[in-house]
């Protein structure tokens, strides 16, 4: 996609640290250089302000990434595409079913009137929930993983969304400061919204992360 596109050696293209690193490998194998900006908080997609402080001469293009059903302000970004001259790529997920979309709509309603001591995500327009992502309040990383190991024990599956955002990784280490991506790593965790679950199964889960709640700080 990007060869296609013209990008290569010597360029530069901004890509998100916060999600697989497939992206990051795609531009190191076109010869360009993976450059990492910060995500919004919100939307857990690259933010159109940090992309833009991200730019150099050298900027090629930008590969935008649709995260956990949450669509990226793609609006903003074509913006900054334009001011720079810069290719603005999506890469987006696999699409369901209606059906399966609005019962895990309607699954993420329930979960996001009954939780407690936990942020829920911000809906928006659009969001599919692929997955229900929250934050769970504290200091970091011990805070969300003792979160985990107790919702685990009680029954619940989630699961850490991105364990190590790819600026972290050996093979594209940068030192750059991307705040709002090494929280979101820190804090985010996955709750079920499949639409196979039962209304047991989700008050389960309200149940186990309630449970929870003395144990940590509000989050708000």
Known sequence: ?????????????????????????????????????DIDPVTYCLDASAVEAAVTPRTAAVVVVHLFGRPADIARMHGVGQRHGLLVLEQGESEAPYD???????????????????????????????????????????????????????????????????????????????????????ETLALPVDAALTKRDMQRIVGACNALGGLLQPAF
Do not use: W
């Open 1 to 37: 996609m990007l060869r296609a596109a013209g990008v290569g050696l010597g360029d530069e293209v901004v890509v998100p640290a916060f999600g697989n690193v497939e992206v990051a490998e795609a531009v190191a194998m076109a010869g360009a250089l993976p450059v990492f900006a």
């Open 100 to 186: 399966e979309i609005a019962q895990r709509r309607e699954r993420a309603a329930y979960l996001d009137a009954k939780l407690r001591g936990v942020r829920t995500p911000d809906g928006g327009d659009g969001h599919t929930y692929q997955q229900y992502v929250v934050r769970v309040p504290g200091n970091g990383r011990p805070d969300r993983d003792a979160f985990a190991r107790a919702v685990r024990a009680r029954g619940v599956e989630c699961r850490v969304p991105v364990k190590t955002p790819v600026h972290r990784l050996p093979e594209f280490r940068r030192c750059v400061s991307l705040p709002e991506t090494e929280r979101a790593a820190d």
